[in-house]
Every structure is written in C-alpha cells, then in structure tokens.
C-alpha cells in the first residue's frame, strides 16, 4: 500500500483497535483462477508484540478456500472510518481558492499465510468467540448454545475455518495531517456539525484521537 510517511501508523496498538472496531474485513487470495476476495469478519488474536493470527470462516460452497494457493501470501484489508472532505470547509478557499477535495480513512492491511480447518471442536469455538464479541454490547447476547446442538452442529457442517498468522501490519490513517491545525479544527468542526456517526468518527481522527 502507498503510504505518505505523515500517513503511516506503525502501533500495534492502534492498528490492533481498528481490527476489532471495525470487523468486516476483505480477504483477497490468488489461487488458480486469478484474484478472490471475500468480506467476512475476522476475530484477531495477539499472543504479544510480534504475533498475532486472524480466525474467520467461509461457507463450504465459497471456491476460495480450496482454490487459493497456500504458498502465496494473503491479504487482509480493514477499513475504519472514513468521510469525503470539501473545500469549502478549508479556510483558504476564501482566501487563495487554492484548495481541492479529498477522502479521508483510516484503514489497516494485514498479510500473511492462511490455513483452513475442518476441526469440529476448533469451528465451535470459533464460532463460540465470534458471537460472544459482537454480541457483548448487547442488552440481551445470545449465545451459541441457546440454539440447539445438533442445528448448530448441522450449521458447523457447510463452513471452513480459516487461519491467518499475521506476519505483517501496515496502518495508513490519512486524517488531514498534511494540513495547518487552523485547518485541521475547521474541518473536525464543520464534521461535527454534520453529526453523523461516520462525521463524528472522522472529526475525531482529524483532532488527533485514535479508533
């Protein structure tokens, strides 16, 4: 990924937050047919500073898991917030005009090698850990088990697990830092007054505040 080196993020950290924040990843792999991606959300695991592997499954009838060739890395793309910036909250469009569009986003790329699984204990304890995390928020979470064993054991049965150890982040958070801070403010201000959730997100990132 082209990554301006006022853009880059390179935490760990931060990187790791936007994961889990934001989920739905794409996984692109290159198999025998070309490129395939596919959106599907990932659960990162990080076991320290220097390892980490992404969990995820597939349906069985998607051809990607048994197309893609193991020896070619794979990619992971997350994608944070993001929102189209115009020059009419630049200050310098009254004063130069001298000022364009742009998008701004914060997005994570994850590449590494990927494995499948067809173990029945490792797939519901997957599947086990996914529900709990997206469901944790919620006032009343279900779980797995509240659906009966033998229709999960059946849904178990038409997905693949997949595994992806992680060997390298690349963070790119392009939030107006190549602008002044007087320009900077007026932009996370005139996104506030939007006051939607992806305005308020981005004006955020623009103030310097991380996902």
Not at 138 to 163: M, Q, Y
Request: with cysteine; hydrophobic share 40%; aromatic share 8%.
């Amino acid at each position: 990924m082209y990554i301006p080196k006022h853009n880059e993020e390179t935490r760990a950290e931060v990187m790791d937050r936007l994961m889990r924040s934001h989920p739905l990843a794409a996984l692109v792999t290159m198999g025998k047919s070309g490129l395939f991606a596919t959106h599907l959300p990932l659960v990162l695991h990080r076991q320290d500073d220097q390892n980490a592997v992404l969990r995820g499954h597939l349906a069985r009838a998607n051809p990607q898991w048994k197309e893609f060739s193991p020896e070619i890395g794979v990619l992971a793309i997350f994608s944070g917030p993001e929102h189209y910036i115009t020059p009419s909250w630049y200050p310098e469009k009254a004063e130069t005009g001298k000022v364009v569009p742009t998008w701004n986003y914060a997005v994570v790329h994850a590449y590494g090698a990927l494995c499948i699984i067809e173990d029945p204990e490792w797939l519901l304890a997957h599947l086990n850990t996914l529900t709990d995390t997206h469901e944790a928020a919620l006032a009343s979470p279900w779980s797995v088990s509240d659906a009966p064993a033998d229709f999960i054991a059946s849904i178990a049965r038409g997905i693949v697990g997949l595994e992806m150890k992680v060997n390298r982040l690349e963070g790119k958070w392009k939030v107006s830092q190549n602008q002044t801070e007087r320009t900077r403010m007026s932009i996370a201000s005139e996104l506030e007054d939007l006051g939607t959730e992806d305005a308020l997100a981005m004006s955020g990132l623009v103030k310097g505040r991380r996902p």
